[in-house]
């Protein structure tokens, strides 16, 4: 799968057409699978290429002043989520100053027909684009009776009488629902990020740790969490535990993500490494100390090789 971040006009590969997906999928989650599978089954059929059209940075996160913009996906997440699937092209334009102001019409020609020789799109039942959201189905469908494309519009999967969205998968994360977040999502939620050199505190008292800045990407997981590992360039997952708040025992300002692994002391600064998160274990706590955080990680240690000894 090819990533396009700013594709030349009328690209040669697509001039017998192509099948198109949009959307800011945000998590990948039973949703937007359906419609990835639907890519992929028009895709074969046409004999075309399949292109899966996001947007980076979303527009969420474009017209959005906080400083830490929640998403269940950063762009790596999500490309790597999508590569399970065999899709030819993976687009992820800019959301900027000039596809802000795109009319229905303009952004239909710039970036389905101009850029991609469109012949078949597939949406979800709530898609809106273009300026102030004001494009919508029928816009497309009005656009493809006149440029040679066929719109297909999926219904929404609905998971325990509520309709599955990457909004309820934030609300049952704000919540710690871990198992209810696994359905909707289809596996374990996780995040993906590179080891950052720290103060090296946990090493000093026993409870070395990888951190993560999460600056760009504001899960709303807090709390502390069993989680397994895979590490860039290693084969296995490894267990241990996850912390997701603002450090408050040592005055932590910026969000981020810590992980102690299980009977793991290898030197990992600067790889990636995903983390999947299995189980809620506590609430982040302000500790008077030091001392009494430490006797709490070795609490929590316990806690999780009595977890792993389990699964």
């Known amino acids: 799968m090819k990533l396009i971040r700013r594709p030349e006009r009328k690209d040669p590969l697509f001039k017998d057409g192509s099948v198109i997906t949009i959307g800011i999928f945000d998590g990948i989650h039973l949703g937007h699978q359906a419609l990835i599978n639907q890519l992929?089954?028009?895709?074969?059929?046409?004999?075309?290429?399949?292109?899966?059209?996001?947007?980076?940075?979303?527009?969420?996160?474009?017209?959005?002043k906080k400083k830490h913009k929640q998403r269940l996906t950063s762009l790596r997440d999500k490309f790597n989520l999508v590569g399970h699937y065999e899709l030819d092209y993976f687009y992820a334009p800019p959301f900027d100053q000039t596809m802000e102001i795109l009319s229905?019409?303009?952004?239909?020609n710039k970036h389905l027909i101009d850029l991609f020789n469109i012949k078949y799109l597939i949406i979800g039942d709530d898609f809106k684009f273009a300026k102030n959201r004001s494009g919508s189905s029928i816009d497309l469908i009005k656009s493809g009776k006149?440029?040679?494309?066929e719109v297909e519009q999926l219904n929404s999967i609905v998971n325990d009488s509520s309709r599955v969205s990457s909004s309820l998968v934030r609300e049952h994360l704000m919540?710690?629902?871990?198992?209810?977040?696994?359905e909707i999502l289809g596996r374990n939620y996780a995040?993906?990020?590179?080891?950052?050199?720290g103060k090296s505190l946990g090493k000093t008292i026993g409870f070395p740790t990888a951190n993560i800045n999460l600056a760009h990407l504001d899960s709303a997981l807090r709390g502390v969490f069993y989680v397994k590992v895979k590490i860039d360039g290693m084969e296995k997952k490894y267990p241990g535990i996850a912390n997701i708040g603002f450090k408050p025992t040592v005055g932590g300002e910026e969000l981020c993500l810590e992980i102690h692994l299980l009977d793991f002391n290898q030197d990992i600064y600067l790889k990636y490494i995903n983390v999947e998160f299995l189980?809620?274990?506590?609430?982040?706590?302000?500790?008077?100390?030091l001392e009494e955080l430490t006797n709490q990680l070795k609490i929590d240690t316990e806690k999780a090789i009595a977890y792993f000894s389990d699964i």
């Open 279 to 289: 189980d809620y274990l506590r609430s982040e706590q302000k500790f008077n100390g």
């Open 104 to 108: 229905p019409e303009d952004f239909i």
């Open 40 to 64: 992929m089954k028009k895709s074969e059929e046409m004999n075309l290429p399949s292109v899966f059209f996001t947007f980076e940075p979303t527009p969420n996160e474009y017209f959005s």
């Open 191 to 197: 995040i993906t990020g590179r080891v950052t050199y």
């Open 146 to 149: 006149c440029n040679d494309f």
């Open 175 to 182: 919540k710690n629902n871990l198992p209810q977040v696994c």
